[in-house]
């Protein structure tokens, strides 16, 4: 039994972890349920707690460049200490929340090229190697989101990528760590004037701070980016014509000089100078759909899940990316 002990210490013959998902799909503000299931192993085995945990890889500034880490940015405990017997099954169940601010990785079923969310499992063994567990979640915007991103392709952009950036928005009450760039590039009327359009969503229960950055530098204009910022409802973002109020603020962008902060917005609109923490090229990025299928062209379809598994979260966990 000493024998077995010790190489219970190094992981050998330890309890195994699988976690379940109800669903695998979520939303902001949503819930994820399911159950961790255990099997003990070779000893019994004293458990000092279950741990979940959202993680998302995330683009860190070092120096002069940036590196992908494996960021947590939500965490709950879904059970305390207990004795999990040899060879014993257990399951465990549990509702964790999503954030509201939770970046969307999904869109009518196709993964966002770029992003990718998952659920980290911590099995905490005393004396012993921790056991943990990794299942991809897919999160679909909201629908007041989807509304937005709905009108880029209308407007004649494209889906170009999608990240996160560690940092926070220069004036925008934020929770996360980080925010999403879901970044498009025109090939319509507005192909002349933006070179890039970027957005980003900050949401909670009420509604969205909605950041848009038109990026000029290979426009027809040489000033700055302009960008601006404005919150709505979650109510009002359904019933508002999202093509007409973005192309105001885009055709804005020549008659402004390049700051169009109050121009064709609803909702409570400002001026938005700019990102804290932010790289300063390309950044705030945005994602449209035309219903539940309308990004297809704008993403990778032959991605599946396993390998976005794989590059983004288990070479970021063997590099020790944690943030």
Known sequence: MVFKRMLGAFGVGAPSVDTV????????????????????????AEIEHITLGLVA?????????????????????????????????????????????????????????????????ELAIAKAVDKGDLDMVAVEPLPSQLRILEAFLQLGFNFKSADLEAGQLYG????????????????????????????TFVADAEGLQVVLEADKRSGRYSS????????????????TDWA??????LDGLSQYGGHPGHHGHPGHHEHYGHHEGHHGGPGLGMVAAAGAAGVVGGLVAGEVVEEVVEEFFEGDEDEGGDW
């Open 57 to 121: 890889r995330v683009e860190i500034e070092h120096g002069e460049g940036e590196h992908a880490g494996l960021g947590e940015f939500s965490r709950a405990q879904v059970s305390g200490p207990f004795t999990l017997a040899k060879g014993e099954e257990r399951t465990v169940g549990f509702r964790f929340p999503v954030p509201w601010e939770t970046p969307i990785s999904e869109i009518g079923g196709q993964p966002l090229t770029g992003m990718a969310v998952g659920v980290r499992t």
């Open 172 to 199: 925008v009450r934020q929770e996360l760590p980080f925010y999403q760039e879901i970044e498009f590039y025109p090939s319509g009327p507005y192909s002349g004037l933006v070179g890039e359009v970027e957005v």
């Open 244 to 249: 007409a109020e973005l192309g105001r603020w």
């Open 21 to 44: 998902l109800s669903a695998s799909r979520t939303r902001p503000g949503g819930t994820l349920e399911g159950e961790v299931r255990l099997k003990g192993g070779d000893f019994d």
């Open 224 to 239: 700055s980016d302009a960008i601006g910022r404005f919150h709505v409802s979650h109510d009002d973002a359904l019933v």
